[in-house]
T-cell receptor, first 113, second 116 residues
Framework: GENVEQHPSTLSVQEGDSAVIKCTYS??????FPWYKQELGKRPQLIID?????GEKKDQRIAVTLNKTAKHFSLHITETQPEDSAVYFC????????????FGTGTQLKVEL | DAGVIQSPRHEVTEMGQEVTLRCKPI?????LFWYRQTMMRGLELLIY????????DSGMPEDRFSAKMPNASFSTLKIQPSEPRDSAVYFC??????????????FGPGTRLTVL
């Protein structure tokens, strides 16, 4: 089955700085990579996703890059704000796996004033 | 739309008791997922259904866990008997599976289960 590794487990940045979270996956057949944000005590919510036929996707301050050859993808948050503080999860969907997602272990991002 | 609805939001029970968690997916969605979240193990998929049919239950920890989806608008996750190590937040999620298959999973608010 698919295995997703996520780094770092915790990340602390100053407000206004950029934050980068990286994930690797094991199954080269995986073709969909969403990122979820989970605030304390809340449910995970999708913030951005990328399909395997695209190398990069951007949505305002958030961007995701995908390197299929190396089997890794990254989340980039620019101009971080205190409200970006949360746990971020990457995930991967295998081809033929229905809509089943395998999640990374999460990154606790703290944006300090 | 009210989103994915889960009940109860909190459950405290004693070891050995039966626990039933409930989920109502978003209307029109045809895929439903049960996850368990703990600090130690993160977010784990327990089981998922397509069109009310269980597709993959490989994440169900053991026979004490069972899940049903009798119709498109309701699913249950049952633990019998419950044990302290089952304490976790259980999330239900739903999505609309189309021919492309790449559709967002919407999570419910979760049920925080504590087994004493």
């Amino acid at each position: 089955g698919e295995n997703v590794e996520q780094h770092p487990s915790t990340l602390s940045v100053q407000e206004g700085d950029s934050a980068v979270i990286k994930c690797t996956y094991s199954d080269s057949a995986s073709n969909y990579f969403p990122w979820y944000k989970q605030e304390l005590g809340k449910r995970p919510q999708l913030i951005i996703d990328i399909r395997s036929n695209v190398g990069e996707k951007k949505d305002q301050r958030i961007a995701v890059t995908l390197n299929k050859t190396a089997k890794h993808f990254s989340l980039h948050i620019t101009e971080t704000q205190p409200e970006d503080s949360a746990v971020y999860f990457c995930a991967a969907r295998q081809t033929g796996g229905g809509n089943k997602l395998t999640f990374g272990t999460g990154t606790q991002l703290k944006v300090e004033l | 739309d009210a989103g994915v609805i889960q009940s109860p939001r909190h459950e405290v029970t004693e070891m050995g008791q039966e626990v039933t968690l409930r989920c109502k997916p978003i209307s029109g969605h045809n895929s439903l997922f049960w996850y368990r979240q703990t600090m130690m193990r993160g977010l784990e998929l327990l089981i998922y259904f397509n069109n009310n049919v269980p597709i993959d239950d490989s994440g169900m920890p053991e026979d004490r866990f069972s899940a049903k989806m009798p119709n498109a608008s309701f699913s249950t996750l049952k633990i019998q008997p419950s044990e302290p190590r089952d304490s976790a937040v259980y999330f239900c999620a739903s999505s609309l599976r189309t021919g492309q298959g790449f559709n967002e999973q919407f999570f419910g608010p979760g049920t925080r289960l504590t087994v004493l």
